[in-house]
């Protein structure tokens, strides 16, 4: 049996071919292609103004740039999520303020975020971990009522919506990222979807330099922009995924189901919730059951190895890191982050992988579990 690793891009011979004629073109970095791929990406988000970028983490730190965050502010967020999320709020001068997680979901806990808001208060970066998108309905409610912006940290939740509309079609700042392991890949990449037309220039000045082309071919520089423009190459991978969106997705969810339908539910596992409308599944994670395991994570982790399949930690969670802990955060403060982060387990789930790669995902655990679950 092949290993099967936790997630692998799936990316198919035209579009390995569209980026041969890339190369072959004498302009790789910044041009057609990613102009076609904005375009796209705009028609998918309802027609608003889409700017691609070098990262899902560019997309951020643009984000914020542009809603003006600075030192003294905060700016709320989850604690279960990539290191980037909150990386960013620092590296901007600003202030995280973690609120922990709804267990369920494994999301922000929407009623938790009010208790959190001072008058220093600016932002919201909320996170659909997983692909599960946060309650849209209630985060701008609640933004709305504290005149707070939100940046929606997509990075895992292309293609996924919320009331039948695509997550990045609606709402304020929404950032994707195009990573390797995300539902649409560039390699490296990320998007960033603006709520009106009037921030494009600026967006724009960020993303490269600050410069600005003037009519007369001169130009001119008025802000410190920074270095996070697409190349044609990627941008080329892109238009081939985006060709396989719906696809994949659909193909992610059945492949869901199909887990739903075989893991043995009496392991003591927490399975995610079954959402297939909403959710683009992004991964398929369970909460292991370690107080009744005789064994740690890390051991789990090696007996699956031992089965030839790759299991993932996604995430630690953000405030137990050195540097966050250095920032006054610790243990005991956002219990339920820490428990599910301490066992959280992301099983393999791409679009490439069949209804036997699950089933056979699925015996592993039972074998491995039933061995040391009380
Ligand atoms: C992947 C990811 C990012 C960062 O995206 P990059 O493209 O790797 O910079 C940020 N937030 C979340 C939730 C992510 O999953």
Same mark, same amino acid.
């Given at each position: 049996?092949?290993?099967?690793?936790?997630?692998?891009?799936?990316?198919?011979?035209?579009?390995?071919?569209?980026?041969?004629?890339?190369?072959?073109?004498?302009?790789?970095?910044?041009?057609?292609?990613?102009?076609?791929?904005?375009?796209?990406?705009?028609?998918?988000?309802?027609?608003?103004?889409?700017?691609?970028?070098?990262?899902?983490?560019?997309?951020?730190?643009?984000?914020?740039?542009?809603?003006?965050?600075?030192?003294?502010?905060?700016?709320?967020?989850?604690?279960?999520?990539?290191?980037?999320?909150?990386?960013?709020?620092?590296?901007?001068?600003?202030?995280?303020?973690?609120?922990?997680?709804?267990?369920?979901?494994?999301?922000?806990?929407?009623?938790?975020?009010?208790?959190?808001?001072?008058?220093?208060?600016?932002?919201?970066?909320? !996170? #659909?971990? +997983? =692909?599960?998108?946060?309650?849209?309905?209630?985060?701008? &409610?609640?933004?709305?009522?504290? %005149? $707070? @912006?939100?940046?929606?940290?997509?990075?895992?939740?292309?293609?996924?919506?919320?009331?039948?509309?695509?997550?990045?079609?609606?709402?304020?700042?929404?950032?994707?990222?195009?990573?390797?392991?995300?539902?649409?890949?560039?390699?490296?990449?990320?998007?960033?979807?603006?709520?009106?037309?009037?921030?494009?220039?600026?967006?724009?000045?960020?993303?490269?330099?600050?410069?600005?082309?003037?009519?007369?071919?001169?130009?001119? !520089? #008025?802000? +410190? =922009?920074?270095?996070?423009?697409?190349?044609?190459?990627? &941008?080329?991978?892109?238009?081939? %995924? $985006? @060709?396989?969106?719906?696809?994949?997705?659909?193909?992610?969810?059945?492949?869901?189901?199909?887990?739903?339908?075989?893991?043995?539910?009496?392991?003591?596992?927490?399975?995610?919730?079954?959402?297939?409308?909403?959710?683009?599944?992004?991964?398929?994670?369970?909460?292991?059951?370690?107080?009744?395991?005789?064994?740690?994570?890390?051991?789990?982790?090696?007996?699956?190895?031992?089965?030839?399949?790759?299991?993932?930690?996604?995430?630690?969670?953000?405030?137990?890191?050195?540097?966050?802990?250095?920032?006054?955060?610790?243990?005991?403060?956002?219990?339920?982050?820490?428990?599910?982060?301490?066992?959280?387990?992301?099983?393999?789930?791409?679009?490439?992988?069949?209804?036997?790669?699950?089933?056979?995902?699925?015996?592993?655990?039972?074998?491995?579990?039933?061995?040391?679950?009380?």
């Amino acid at each position: 049996m092949d290993f099967l690793p936790f997630t692998r891009p799936s990316l198919d011979e035209q579009t390995i071919a569209e980026v041969s004629d890339v190369l072959r073109s004498g302009w790789i970095t910044s041009g057609p292609k990613v102009q076609a791929f904005e375009a796209q990406l705009a028609t998918l988000m309802g027609g608003r103004v889409v700017r691609s970028l070098n990262s899902g983490t560019a997309a951020l730190e643009i984000a914020l740039r542009l809603i003006d965050i600075q030192p003294g502010d905060e700016v709320i967020t989850t604690p279960l999520s990539w290191v980037a999320t909150a990386n960013v709020i620092v590296l901007a001068g600003a202030t995280p303020v973690f609120v922990d997680i709804d267990p369920v979901t494994r999301n922000i806990d929407l009623d938790l975020i009010e208790a959190a808001i001072t008058a220093r208060t600016r932002a919201i970066i909320a !996170v #659909d971990l +997983a =692909g599960l998108p946060v309650d849209r309905d209630r985060l701008y &409610a609640i933004a709305n009522q504290h %005149q $707070l @912006r939100v940046i929606e940290d997509a990075a895992q939740s292309f293609g996924a919506s919320w009331g039948g509309r695509a997550i990045g079609s609606f709402g304020d700042l929404v950032a994707f990222s195009f990573h390797a392991n995300k539902n649409i890949t560039t390699g490296e990449g990320g998007c960033l979807v603006l709520p009106d037309a009037s921030l494009t220039g600026l967006c724009e000045k960020l993303r490269l330099q600050g410069v600005v082309r003037l009519p007369d071919g001169s130009m001119e !520089v #008025d802000v +410190a =922009g920074g270095k996070f423009n697409l190349t044609d190459i990627a &941008a080329a991978i892109g238009l081939g %995924q $985006l @060709r396989h969106l719906d696809g994949f997705t659909a193909r992610r969810r059945e492949l869901a189901r199909h887990y739903f339908a075989h893991f043995d539910r009496s392991l003591g596992c927490e399975l995610p919730p079954e959402n297939f409308t909403d959710s683009n599944w992004h991964m398929f994670q369970v909460v292991l059951p370690l107080e009744r395991m005789g064994i740690t994570r890390g051991e789990f982790i090696a007996r699956m190895k031992a089965h030839n399949m790759g299991i993932g930690v996604h995430y630690p969670p953000i405030h137990l890191f050195q540097l966050y802990r250095n920032l006054g955060f610790g243990a005991g403060r956002f219990p339920h982050a820490e428990r599910v982060g301490a066992g959280i387990a992301t099983l393999p789930l791409f679009p490439a992988m069949s209804e036997a790669d699950v089933e056979r995902v699925c015996g592993a655990c039972a074998e491995v579990l039933s061995e040391v679950v009380q």
